[in-house]
C-alpha cells in the first residue's frame, strides 16, 4: 500500500511537468495578448511592460526561466493585477473556495447517498422513483438557474437568507453550497443507487441477512462498503471540479474564491495566473485521485489483496 | 484450439443477453415510457424544421415579449420571436449535442478505461496520469484555441465537448474493470486461453455496462450544460440559433418579470432528462448480468 | 419490511445536514440601513481594481477610487464638469495662453501630514514620464514643452521639460501650444500628484506595481484615504483628516465593491446591500420604472455606440452599400423596444449638443432608400451580396443590439449576415489586425469636446481600424478646427468634417451612450453627468429619505388631482 502510494506520487512527477510544459505553450498560441486593450497602448510603453514580464525573450527562454522561478517558490506576479504575485492571489482565494467546495460536497453526499440507498432498497418502487426524482432535480437546473432561483425563494421571498456574499452577513454560505452541491447530489445518488443494486445481489450480503442481522447493519456496515466504490471513484474529480467550476456559483454569490480567478485568466490571458492556477488545481486533482483510489482500494477487499500482494 | 468452443458460448451468451435485457425492459414501465419519450422528442427534432409554427429567427420588435396565447402556445421573447418555434430548434441542438458528444465520450472513454483497468500494469498508469494530466489542462484556453483554429463549427464543437468529457468515463470504467478482471468467470475464460480483445468485448465490458449506462444518462445533461456554459461565454452556438441551455440561461435572467421564458425551455430539458434517466436505469436493471441469474 | 431498520440510518444522516445548514438565519440590518445610520456609503464599482496607483492603471473601477483617494491641481464639478480650484487655489493664465501659473494652497497635505508643495509636481509628472513606468495615459502631459520628447529619450534633462517649481508654493507650467482643454487635463488622475518619500521606500520611482499602493502603506492626498482593500470583495475609504477641505466632507466611510454581474449587482441593490450601483440591469429597467422611478437614474453620457466597417472587403468596399446598411437600421425601434428606452438613437458620431455644437443629420431610416442605394451598388435585392460576419464581444447588450440588427438587414436588404461573438482578447486582435467585415464598436470621449470623437478617424489612426481615410477629412481635423479664431469657425470646421465621414460612413453610429445607475432615495448628492465621474466631495446620507420621499408622492398626487379639478 505505502509502496503503492509512493508510486503514484512519483508518477505524479512527469505529469506534472507535462501539464505546465503544454500549458505554457498552448496558452501562447490564443490570440490576443494580456496587454490588449481597446484603446492600443503606445509602443514605447508596451515594450516597457513586455521587458518588466520578460516576454521580450525568445519564448523557450522564457519558458526556462519561469521553471527556474518555480523552483524557488516563485509563480511571478499576475499580468491582471500585477500587485499581486499569483501565490498570493491563490492563497487569498484558495480557503474560501476550499470551504465553499467542502460543503458543496457534504450537500452532496448527504443528499445522493441517502437517495440512492433508500433507492436501490427497493428498486421500481415509488421508493425508488421519488428520492431519485428529487436528485435529479439538482441536474435540472443548473447552477446559474438554480443560484438565482434559490435566492428568489429564500432571500427575497422568505427572507431567510442573505443574497450574496461569504462570510458578511450571518448564514451567507448556505446558498452557495446548496447551489453548487446540487448538480453533484444527483450524481452521487445515481451513483450510489447503481452501486448499491450491484451489492445488494452479492452471496455475501444475503448470507449476512440469512444470519439476522438488523437490516440496518447490513446496509450500512456491509452493503455501503461495496456500493460506494462508484461513488468513491467520482469523488476525487468531483472535488477537484468543485474547486475548478465554483466559477459560476462564485460570480453569481459575489464570493472572494479561487474560480473567479481561473476562469477570468484564460480570458485577460494572464499567462502566469493561468499557469499558477494550472499548476495548482493540476497537483490537488493527481492528490485527490490518489486518495479516490486509495479510499476505493481500502472499500474492495479483492483489490486490497492483489495491492499488498503485489506489494510484496 | 479453442476456437468452436468459444464460437459457441459466443452464440448462446450473446443471444440470450440481448434478448433477456429487451423482455425486461418491456416489463418496467417506466423505463418503456423513457424510451417512448425520449423517441418522440428525437422525431420532433428532426422535423421542426418542417413543423415548427414560425420562423425561429423573424422578429416582430412591437409585439415584444408576450405571455402564452393561442397564436404562440409558449409565449412570445423580447424579440417578438414564437418561444415555441424557438424550443423546438433548442432542442434539435441540445439533443445533438448530447448524442454525439456523449456518443464520443462513451467511445474513447469505455476503450480507454477497458484497457488502461484489464493491462494493468505500466500501462495502466501510464493511461492514467495522461487523463490526470488532461484534466488540469485549461479547458477554456483549449475550446478558444479550437475554435481559433478550425473556426466555429457546430459539429466541432460537439467532438470538443466529447473529448473532454470522456476522462471521468475512462476513471469510471477502469475501476469497474479492476473489479471485474478479477472474478471467476474472467479468470475462467482466460485460463480457456481466450484472446483478450474477446474477453474485453464479451465478459469484461458487458459486466460494467451497469455503471457505464448510468454515467452515459450523466452526460447528457451535463454536455447539454456545458453547451450553454460555452455558448453564454460567445464560444458556441451563435445566434439566432439557440440551444436549450442558452434558452433557460437567458430566462433566468428575466424569470421574474417574463418567466414563461424559463419555464418552457426549462420543463422541455427536465422532460428530457428524466425521460433519459428512466430509460437508463431501466436499461442498467436489464443488462445486469446478475439479475439473470434469478 | 425494510422501513423500521432504515428510520434510525434516515434520522442520522438527516440530522446532519439540517444543523449544518440552518446555522442562523434570518436577516440583520441591511448595509443601507447601517451605511444611513453611521454614514457610510456603499458603492457598486464593476471590475475588481488592477491597482490605486494614479499613474499606471487605467479603468473606470480604479478611477472611481483614485478620484476619491487623490486630488489634482483642479477637480471637476460633481455635475457640470467644470474644472475646480484643487490643490491649486488659483491659476494664472499669460496673455499667449502657452505659461500657466499655479499657486498651491499653503494648507495642502498628505494623509500622513506631509505638506504637499510645488515640488511634489515636479517630481510626480517627471515619474509619470518614465517610459519604463508605462502610464498609458502618459499624453496627458504632451502639451507640455518638451515633455513628450523627455518621455521619447530625445531629451535627457529633465529641466528642460516645461514645468518649473519656482517656490514650494508656485508651479509653471509652459506649452508647446495654446491648448484650450489644458486645464481639463489637469483634473486626469494621470496628473495626480504621488508621494515620493512613500514610492521610494517601496522600490525605483519608475517601478509599477509595487507595495506602495497597498492600504498600510499608500499616503495620498484626496478627500479620502484608504483603510482597506479585500480582492475581489471591497475597497474601504474613510475621509481623510489632513485634506484642506476636510470640513466639507459629510460621509464617515465609502465602501466600493467590485460587482461584476450585473444580475447579481441589482439583487445586493434590492436586498439594501448597495446605495449606488455600477450600472443598472437593463432587462429590469421597466420593472423599476413602474414600481421604484426614484431609484432608477439614466442621464446622457458623451459616447457612442457604432458599428465599424471594413471598407477594404468586398461589398463593404462601396460607400452605397454602407450608406443603404445604415440607413435600415431602425433605431427608434431598436432602443425602445430591445433596450428598454434607456439610450437615445444616433445619426451621426459626435452626440447632439455637446458645448453646443449640433452634427449634420444626413440620413435617416429609409428602407426604401437603402434598397435603391443597394441596387445602384450592382445587387438588386440584395442578390450577389456576399455573406459576411459581423462581430461583437460577449455581452448579452451587444448580442441583444446584433441579434435586432442582424433580422433588420435580412429583412430590408435580403443580406445574409452572420453573428460571430468573440471572447474580448479574440474580438480586439481580430480588429486591430483588421481581420473583421463589420466590428460593434463603441467610443466614449477622454474630455468633452467633439474633437474626442472626430480624430478617432484620422487616415491610419490606430482607433480607425475602418481602412477609411481622407485627406480632406485630416486636414479639417488635424488643420483647421485646432487653429480656427473662434468657436463658430471651429465648429464649422467639424461640421464639414463630419459631413464627409457620413457620408462615406466608414462606421454605422447607432445611438449615444446612457450612464444609467440604480440610487438609493438615501444617497444624496451623486448627480449625474456627462462623463459618469464621481466626485463624492458632496454626498450624503438622508436617513429621513423615507418620510421625504412619502412626502414628495402625497404632494405629486395632490398636485396631480388638484391640477383634474
Known sequence: MIRFTIMRLLQAIPVLFTVITVTFFLIRQAPGGPFDAEKPVIPAVKRALEAKYNLDQPIFQQYLSYFGDLFKGDMGPSFKYPGWQVEDLIMSGLPITAELAFYALLVALVIGVLAGCVAALKPNSPQDYIPMSLAMIGICFPTFLLGPLLVLIFGFGLNLVPVSGWGDLPGDKILPSITLGAAYAAYVARLTRGGMLEVLNQDYIRTARAKGLPEWVVICKHALRGGLIPTVSFLGPAFAGLLAGSFVVETIFQIPGLGRFYVQAAFNRDYTMILGTTIFLSTLIVVFNLLSDLLATWLNPRLRQQYSGGGS | MSEPQSIIIEAEKGTSLWADAWVRLKNNKLALFGLYVVSFLIVVAILTPWIAPYSYEAQNLDLGATPPSWAHWFGTDLFGRDLLTRVMYGGRISLAVGILATSVALVIGVAWGTVAGYVGGRTDAVMMRIVDALYALPFIIFIILLMVVFGKSILLLFLAIGAVEWLTMARIVRGQVLTIRNQEYVEAARSMGLSTPHILRKHVVPNSLGPIIVYATLTVPQVMLLEAFLSFLGLGIQPPMSSWGLLISYGAEVMEDTPWLLIFPGLALSITLFALNFLGDGLRDALDPKASKD | ?565
Open chain 3, 1 to 565: 419490511m425494510f422501513k423500521p431498520y432504515l428510520s434510525p440510518y434516515l434520522k442520522l444522516c438527516l440530522i446532519v445536514p439540517i444543523a449544518f445548514l440552518i446555522t442562523s438565519c434570518g436577516q440583520g440590518e441591511s448595509n443601507v440601513e447601517s451605511g444611513n445610520r453611521l454614514g457610510i456609503a456603499h458603492i457598486g464599482n464593476g471590475a475588481e481594481p488592477q491597482g490605486m496607483d494614479p499613474h499606471v492603471v487605467t479603468g473606470v473601477p480604479e478611477s472611481n477610487i483614485i478620484n476619491a483617494i487623490f486630488e489634482g491641481l483642479v477637480y471637476k464639478d460633481a455635475s457640470t464638469l467644470e474644472v475646480q480650484p484643487g490643490v491649486a487655489e488659483s491659476w494664472e493664465i499669460s496673455d499667449d495662453g502657452r505659461i500657466y501659473t499655479f499657486n498651491i494652497r499653503r494648507d495642502a497635505k498628505w494623509s500622513n501630514g506631509d505638506s504637499l508643495t510645488a515640488q511634489d509636481f515636479v517630481w510626480s509628472w517627471w515619474r509619470g514620464l518614465q517610459p519604463a513606468l508605462g502610464s498609458q495615459y502618459v499624453f496627458m502631459f504632451f502639451p507640455i514643452k518638451n515633455a513628450e520628447a523627455f518621455f521619447r529619450g530625445e531629451v535627457t534633462d529633465f529641466d528642460k521639460v516645461g514645468v518649473k517649481a519656482i517656490d514650494d508654493y508656485t508651479l509653471q507650467v509652459e506649452l508647446n501650444n495654446p491648448t484650450p482643454y489644458f486645464l481639463q487635463l489637469m483634473d486626469h488622475y494621470s496628473t495626480f500628484p504621488v508621494h515620493r518619500a512613500t514610492i521610494e521606500k517601496f522600490g525605483e520611482a519608475w517601478e509599477s506595481y509595487t507595495g506602495w499602493t497597498r492600504p498600510q502603506n499608500i499616503v495620498s492626498n484626496g478627500p479620502f484615504k484608504m483603510d482597506s482593500w479585500q480582492l475581489n470583495r471591497n475597497v474601504k475609504v474613510s475621509p481623510n483628516p489632513h485634506y484642506w477641505d476636510h470640513d466639507r466632507i459629510k460621509l464617515n466611510g465609502i465602501v466600493f465593491y467590485s460587482t461584476e454581474l450585473s444580475t447579481t449587482e441589482e439583487r445586493m441593490f434590492r436586498a439594501g446591500q448597495l446605495h449606488y450601483t455600477n450600472e443598472s440591469l437593463i432587462d429590469r429597467i421597466p420593472y423599476y420604472r413602474e414600481n421604484y422611478p426614484e431609484r432608477l437614474q439614466i442621464a446622457p453620457y458623451v459616447g457612442t455606440y457604432l458599428y465599424r466597417l471594413n471598407t477594404e472587403v468586398e461589398g463593404l468596399d462601396d460607400p452605397r452599400v454602407r450608406r443603404a446598411l445604415a440607413m435600415t437600421i431602425d433605431r427608434d425601434r431598436l432602443v425602445t423596444n430591445v433596450l428598454n428606452d434607456i439610450f437615445t438613437p444616433a445619426y451621426s458620431i459626435t452626440p447632439p449638443g455637446l458645448l453646443g455644437y449640433q452634427p449634420p443629420k444626413l440620413f435617416d431610416y429609409d428602407p426604401e432608400g437603402a434598397r435603391t442605394l443597394l441596387a445602384e451598388a450592382g445587387y438588386p435585392n440584395g442578390e450577389g451580396f456576399p455573406s459576411f460576419e459581423l462581430q461583437y464581444n460577449t455581452s448579452e447588450q451587444h448580442r441583444k443590439v446584433a441579434i435586432a440588427v442582424q433580422q433588420m438587414w435580412n429583412k430590408e436588404l435580403n443580406i445574409q449576415v452572420n453573428l460571430q461573438n468573440k471572447d474580448w482578447k479574440v474580438y480586439l486582435d481580430d480588429e486591430n489586425t483588421g481581420n473583421f467585415q463589420i466590428s460593434r464598436g463603441g467610443w466614449i470621449a477622454d474630455y468633452v469636446d467633439p474633437n474626442s470623437f472626430l480624430d478617432l478617424w484620422i487616415t491610419g489612426s490606430e482607433l480607425n481600424r475602418t481602412n477609411w481615410g481622407n485627406s480632406e477629412y485630416d486636414e479639417l481635423v488635424l488643420r483647421t478646427a485646432p487653429e480656427a479664431k473662434t468657436r463658430e469657425e471651429r465648429f464649422a470646421a467639424f461640421y464639414e468634417a463630419e459631413s464627409i465621414i457620413l457620408k462615406d460612413m466608414p462606421f454605422i453610429p447607432i445611438y449615444t451612450y446612457s450612464s444609467h445607475h440604480f440610487r438609493h432615495p438615501s444617497l444624496i448628492g451623486l448627480p449625474p453627468n456627462l462623463m459618469n465621474f464621481y466626485n463624492f466631495r458632496d454626498v450624503w446620507l438622508d436617513p429621513d429619505w423615507e418620510q421625504k420621499l412619502n412626502a414628495k408622492r402625497a404632494a405629486a398626487v395632490s398636485s396631480s388631482s388638484g391640477g383634474a379639478q
